[in-house]
């Protein structure tokens, strides 16, 4: 329940500020989802594998890979990705339907979403490790179809987000206000910035 209301709180201010519809909001909650997981998965990279070592029975790594902790660290990617690709093949598979608990399901539950992924991914961390293995050479090739669709829903958010701005930059000209202006030469040198890095 917390979680759903955080994730409408943010949709809200979402929606407010950059004049986002509904479809764009639920494209970069997904995209949210997804970073969240990620960064998990790096956490226990980095930092959780040692307290996860009693996974490494499960996960069968050789030492050749670089020790039992090192294996469980690259793992969980792998297995994290997978969980992500198997959530998101059940959502698919959900708004096939076409009906209002698909579109319900599509916008909100978000809590329940994170949830399922995280139970997704701790399953998997029973499977062993050969499969995982197997899914990470198969998935180098449908990684590239996800970063194109990642591409455009990106450029789609921030086409939109320009508009919105310059059409509250138009408007508050006419005011004598000219803090749009300023947002959007401080957002365009930042996300220039952030380029170079």
């Known amino acids: 329940c917390a979680g759903g209301v955080c994730f409408q709180c943010f949709c809200s201010c979402f929606q407010s500020f950059f004049g986002a519809t509904l479809k764009q ?35 069968e790594c050789p030492e050749a890979s670089g020790g039992a ?17 198997l959530f998101y093949l059940y959502m698919i598979l959900m708004m096939t339907c076409k009906n209002q608990v698909s579109r319900s ?7 329940a979403k994170i949830v399922i992924v995280f139970l997704i991914f701790f399953g998997l961390m029973f ?3 050969k499969y995982i293995l197997y899914y990470a050479e198969v998935s180098q090739y449908f990684g590239v179809v996800f970063i194109l669709f990642q591409i455009v829903m990106w450029v789609d958010l921030f086409y939109s987000w320009g508009e919105k701005w310059i059409a509250y930059y138009d408007e508050s000209r006419e005011m004598q206000e000219s803090c749009w202006k300023y947002s959007i030469i401080i957002t365009t040198v930042l996300m ?3 380029i170079h890095i």
């Open 192 to 194: 220039l910035s952030l």
């Open 25 to 59: 909001q639920v494209r970069l909650s997904y995209v949210l989802l997804t970073s969240f997981c990620i960064l998990v998965s790096l956490l226990i990279l980095w930092y959780a594998a040692p307290t996860l070592s009693w996974f490494v029975y499960f996960i």
């Open 69 to 85: 902790d090192y294996c469980l660290g690259i793992s969980s990617i792998y297995r994290m990705s997978l969980a992500l690709s």
């Open 127 to 129: 499977v062993p490790n």
């Open 105 to 111: 399901w599509n916008e909100g539950g978000w809590f």
